[in-house]
């Protein structure tokens, strides 16, 4: 079963705003990753935040979580056109090393 | 560069025609995994190897078998594609996060399997 549910499935801004996806789960975590895929491409890994971790950057990428409401935020600033992609959060759990994805947020970022 | 190869990116079979999609890693991972991807849905896991020690998960049909002859390669049988299994193919690797505190996946381009 998902543990990690992204919201909204579907986002679409244009170049320059920002984009801002969430994620929920159900069960307490070892840690967060969120994945970029490419239409038709494998996925990327993005960042990983750990549950003892409240905030992480990667460039233009920065990562919240809040382990209180079992959420995670992923936003991408200054939107480009070669950010479109679907974006997925993955969670680990208990003594497993095995991450479990969620749906995903299709973002679609206009020229 | 150091990589997750999938052969072929798109294949093409008939129902009920076993079919083998391979995978290869440069990146000398310990851990390797196969997903199913269905369009806008959530990889799905089917099987792992940890080293050379399979992991089915619980709910992956019988019709789905794996094999991993060294460290490099793995292969993903099909052995009676039905319409359903029309999907997207993802493998991926890992390095054991019990010694690299990593848990990082690092994914192939996939291969795209249609069933007629």
């Known amino acids: 079963s998902q543990q990690g549910e992204e919201d909204p499935q579907a986002l679409s801004i244009q170049e320059g705003e920002n984009a801002t996806m969430n994620c929920s789960y159900k069960?307490?975590?070892?840690?967060l990753q969120w994945y970029r895929q490419n239409s038709g491409r494998g996925l990327v890994h993005l960042i990983l935040i750990r549950s003892n971790e409240r905030e992480k950057h990667s460039g233009r990428l920065r990562v919240t979580l809040d382990t209180s409401k079992k959420s995670s935020s992923l936003l991408i600033t200054a939107s480009r056109a070669a950010d479109t992609a679907s974006y997925f959060c993955?969670?680990?759990?208990?003594?497993?090393?095995?991450?479990?994805f969620g749906r995903g947020t299709s973002l679609i970022v206009h020229p | 560069d150091a990589m997750v190869i999938q052969n072929p990116r798109y294949q093409v079979t008939q129902f009920g025609k076993p079919v083998t999609l391979s995978c290869s890693q440069t990146?000398?991972?310990?851990?390797m995994y196969w997903y199913q991807q269905k369009s806008s849905q959530a990889p799905k896991l089917l099987f792992h190897?940890?080293?050379?020690?399979?992991?089915n998960e619980a709910d992956t049909p019988d019709n789905f078998q794996s094999r991993r002859p060294n460290t490099s390669f793995c292969f993903l049988d099909i052995r009676s594609p039905g319409l359903g299994d029309a999907a997207m193919y993802l493998c991926?690797?890992?390095?054991?996060?019990?010694?690299?505190?990593?848990?990082?996946?690092?994914f192939g381009p996939g291969t795209r399997l249609t069933v007629t």
């Open positions: 991926a690797t890992s390095r054991d996060p019990g010694t690299s505190g990593t848990y990082e996946q690092y």
């Open positions: 993955a969670t680990t759990s208990g003594g497993s090393y095995i991450p479990t």
């Open positions: 069960t307490s975590i070892n840690n």
């Open positions: 190897y940890y080293d050379k020690d399979f992991n």
């Open positions: 990146l000398n991972h310990n851990v």
